[in-house]
């Protein structure tokens, strides 16, 4: 695996914006970061997050909330931003991220408040019960290009899934043989596939790139975003990342996810909570 560092990376390129006018960005959408021929969440996160970095005065994302208003397509797109508020030590902006239709007629497709800060100022101190997941090591999780032990592959693998070195616990995996445990569970070991160390806003893609908890509910179908929030807490540690991603309740058609994302020094370093809504597919 060749190892690449921040700005170098296949997902530095593909988040990266330009400055048309003060608040005004061009961006690309990928589409070697589809599911299907939707563009993933978590990386329009993180393309929104990128321009939001650029227009406010603090470096880093601590909170950001996302509504998706309608799928976002690979090809052109224009970010909008403003500054709502800006102090010593937090600023606070919104984001919107439009398309155009064949007519030419603007669609919103994003909608984003986020705060930012310096996670370097923040003070050391942790006080915290939560423990980061127990995970089988990295050569027994199962990958989504090859497995281990000559396991099957994680069906469905996307464009997405080349760009992320994603190894999910098999305890999470029955859905991917036909026997979901209906515990709404899933976990793993996540990175980059090219090597590029984690950061924070690679964290917010990290939120939103294991398949859906609804797999291992036992349900089969696409699970669009409704509304996404993530935390970070910290500036990840270099290495693997794992990731624990819960659903308590699936009521309505639509289905909660709290993630928690831990580095290799043991920290949590990012939580979010999304709104997701389920539609089935025969």
Same mark, same amino acid.
């Given at each position: 695996?060749?190892?690449?560092?921040?700005?170098?990376?296949?997902?530095?390129?593909?988040?990266?914006?330009?400055?048309?006018?003060?608040?005004?960005?061009?961006?690309?959408?990928?589409?070697?970061?589809?599911?299907?021929?939707?563009?993933?969440?978590?990386y329009?996160? +993180?393309l929104?997050?990128?321009?939001?970095?650029?227009?406010?005065?603090h470096?880093?994302?601590?909170?950001?909330? +996302?509504?998706? /208003?309608?799928?976002s397509?690979?090809?052109?797109?224009?970010?909008?931003?403003?500054?709502?508020?800006t102090?010593?030590?937090?600023?606070?902006?919104?984001?919107?991220?439009?398309?155009?239709?064949?007519?030419?007629?603007?669609?919103e497709?994003?909608?984003?408040? +986020?705060?930012?800060?310096d996670?370097?100022?923040?003070p050391?101190?942790?006080?915290?019960t939560?423990?980061?997941?127990a995970?089988?090591?990295?050569?027994?999780?199962l990958?989504?290009?090859?497995?281990p032990?000559?396991?099957p592959?994680?069906?469905?693998?996307?464009?997405?899934?080349?760009?992320l070195d994603?190894?999910?616990?098999?305890?999470? /995996?029955?859905?991917?043989v036909?026997?979901?445990?209906?515990?709404?569970?899933?976990?793993?070991?996540?990175? /980059?596939?090219d090597?590029r160390?984690?950061?924070?806003?690679?964290?917010?893609?990290?939120?939103?790139?294991?398949?859906?908890?609804?797999?291992?509910?036992?349900l089969?179908?696409?699970?669009?975003?409704?509304?996404?929030?993530?935390?970070?807490?910290?500036?990840?540690?270099?290495?693997?990342?794992?990731?624990?991603?819960?659903?308590?309740?699936?009521?309505?058609?639509?289905?909660?996810?709290?993630a928690?994302?831990?580095?290799?020094?043991?920290?949590?370093?990012?939580?979010?909570?999304?709104?997701a809504?389920?539609?089935?597919?025969?």
């Open positions: 695996m060749a190892t690449v560092t921040a700005g170098n990376s296949e997902f530095d390129r593909d988040t990266a914006v330009t400055r048309r006018a003060p608040g005004v960005y061009d961006a690309h959408l990928s589409a070697g970061w589809t599911i299907i021929n939707a563009v993933n969440g978590g329009l996160l +993180a929104l997050g990128r321009a939001l970095g650029d227009a406010l005065p470096p880093d994302p601590l909170t950001v909330t +996302a509504h998706y /208003l309608t799928a397509v690979p090809g052109p797109a224009v970010i909008r931003t403003e500054l709502v508020r102090g010593r030590t937090l600023s606070t902006g919104t984001a919107t991220l439009v398309q155009f239709a064949d007519d030419g007629t603007e669609v497709r994003i909608r984003v408040l +986020a705060t930012y800060g996670l370097a100022a923040l050391d101190d942790v006080r915290t939560a423990e980061p997941p995970l089988p090591p990295y050569e027994h999780c990958g989504a290009e090859s497995a032990e000559g396991k592959a994680i069906p469905g693998s996307t464009a997405i899934a080349e760009r994603l190894r999910l616990d098999p305890a999470t /995996l029955g859905w991917a036909g026997a979901p445990s209906g515990n709404g569970q899933m976990r793993g070991w996540f990175g /980059l596939a090597g160390d984690p950061d924070p806003l690679s964290l917010l893609l990290t939120v939103d790139a294991l398949p859906p908890t609804a797999f291992e509910l036992g089969r179908g696409w699970v669009p975003t409704v509304e996404l929030t993530c935390h970070v807490r910290c500036r990840p540690a270099p290495g693997p990342l794992r990731v624990a991603i819960t659903t308590r309740n699936l009521a309505g058609g639509f289905l909660e996810e709290d928690e994302v831990w580095d290799s020094a043991d920290r949590l370093v990012a939580q979010s909570r999304q709104l809504r389920t539609v089935l597919v025969p």
